[in-house]
T-cell receptor
């Protein structure tokens, strides 16, 4: 049920690009992307709801494939401030309660060096 | 300013003690969530609540209890039954989406770091 994120860690030099993937064995209602700095709360980046959707702002964007089973986060021309751990959260149905809930992946650690 | 507050920021507990973590939001959000995060790990759902006076167990509810007497407040009690409570605890809230689920972004509080002595 937990989405699989890859890679587990990425080391970049400033200005390089990175792609972080999030996949599930079942179709998802939505995918959320968050970034967390060490010791801080996760910060929302974006949410994708529709199959085939692509969205983003400036140099951080994301896509959701047509089958709604995979999402990718694209970081282009990385900056030092992009360092942190990136989590995807996938919305799934809690079979015990009938409510939707978010299940987070294990995260991708990104380090951007000068 | 609207937001979510958690207190305390750091909490130390002796074995066998119950402790309560506070979570308050003034965003008028319907749903509230408690997550546990262990070093180098993702967030695991402990409990969640979508309406006042109702809450559901998440994936790791054993050893925890919650209440939702007010829309703004969702305190978490870590009981002595929780064998390994040392972790970073995050509270979050959201407006419910069209399907009644978290179709909107979750706003997180600053977290409480709990350490068992």
């Amino acid at each position: 049920q937990q989405p699989v994120q890859s890679p587990q860690a990425v080391i970049l030099r400033e200005g390089e690009d990175a792609v972080i993937n999030c996949s599930s064995s079942k179709a998802l209602y939505s995918v959320h992307w968050y970034r967390q700095k060490h010791g801080e709360a996760p910060v929302f980046l974006m949410i994708l709801l529709k199959g085939g959707e692509q969205k983003g702002h400036e140099k951080i964007s994301a896509s959701f494939n047509e089958k709604k089973q995979q999402s990718s986060l694209y970081l282009t021309a990385s900056q030092l401030s992009y360092s942190g751990t990136y989590f995807c959260g996938t919305e799934t149905l809690d079979m015990n309660t009938g409510f939707q809930k978010l299940v987070f992946g294990t995260g991708t650690r990104l380090l951007v060096s000068p | 300013d609207g937001g979510i507050t958690q207190s305390p920021k750091y909490l130390f507990r002796k074995e066998g003690q119950n402790v309560t973590l506070s979570c308050e939001q003034n965003l008028n959000h319907d749903a509230m969530y408690w997550y546990r995060q262990d070093p180098g790990q993702g967030l695991r759902l402990i409990y969640y609540s979508q309406i006042v006076n109702d809450f559901q167990k998440g994936d790791i509810a054993e050893g925890y209890s919650v209440s939702r007497e007010k829309k703004e407040s969702f305190p978490l009690t870590v009981t002595s039954a929780q064998k390994n409570p040392t972790a970073f605890y995050l509270c979050a809230s959201t407006l419910l989406g069209l399907a009644g689920g978290p179709g909107n972004e979750q706003f997180f509080g600053p977290g409480t770091r709990l350490t068992v002595l």
